[in-house]
Nanobody
Framework: VQLVESGGGLVQPGGSLRLSCAASGFTFDNYAIGWFRQAPGKEREGVSCIDRTDDRTYYVNSAQGRFTISSDNAKNTVYLQMNSLTPEDTAVYYC??????????????????????WGQGTQVTVSS
C-alpha cells in the first residue's frame, strides 16, 4: 500500500494549486481518503476528506468554499483543488487513507479516527 502526493509548490497569494494523491497496492473503493497539512510549529490539521462508500465530502471551515476534493477512479487518484490561497495555507500537505464502512466512514472524515496509510507529503508555500 503506497500513497504518493504531488502538485505542491510555490504560489502567490490568491493563486491556485491542485494536489494529487496516487494510490498503489489497493483501490479507493470503500476507503476514506483525507488531506491533512502541517505548518511549522503547528499541529497536523485535517483539511478535507472523501468517503468513497458514498462519495460524501468534508472540509475544515478554513477550506470550505476554496478547496475541492475529488477522485478519479480510473487513475486511482484523489485530488485537492486549492483556490484563493493565502499565506496561512503554507504547510506540508499529506494524504492518508483507511478502509471504511458506510457506518464508520464519517468518523474518519470528521477526524475522530486515525488513518492507516500515509503519503510522504508535498510542500505548499504561498508567498509573494
Amino acid at each position: 500500500v503506497q500513497l504518493v502526493e504531488s502538485g505542491g509548490g510555490l504560489v502567490q497569494p490568491g493563486g491556485s494549486l491542485r494536489l494529487s494523491c496516487a494510490a498503489s497496492g489497493f483501490t479507493f473503493d470503500n476507503y476514506a481518503i483525507g488531506w491533512f497539512r502541517q505548518a511549522p510549529g503547528k499541529e497536523r490539521e485535517g483539511v478535507s476528506c472523501i468517503d468513497r462508500t458514498d462519495d460524501r465530502t468534508y472540509y475544515v471551515n478554513s477550506a470550505q468554499g476554496r478547496f475541492t476534493i475529488s477522485s478519479d477512479n480510473a487513475k486511482n487518484t484523489v485530488y485537492l483543488q486549492m483556490n484563493s490561497l493565502t499565506p496561512e495555507d503554507t504547510a506540508v500537505y499529506y494524504c492518508a487513507a483507511s478502509p471504511v464502512t458506510y457506518y464508520n466512514g464519517p468518523y474518519y472524515c470528521e477526524w475522530k479516527y486515525e488513518f492507516d496509510h500515509w503519503g510522504q507529503g508535498t510542500q505548499v508555500t504561498v508567498s509573494s
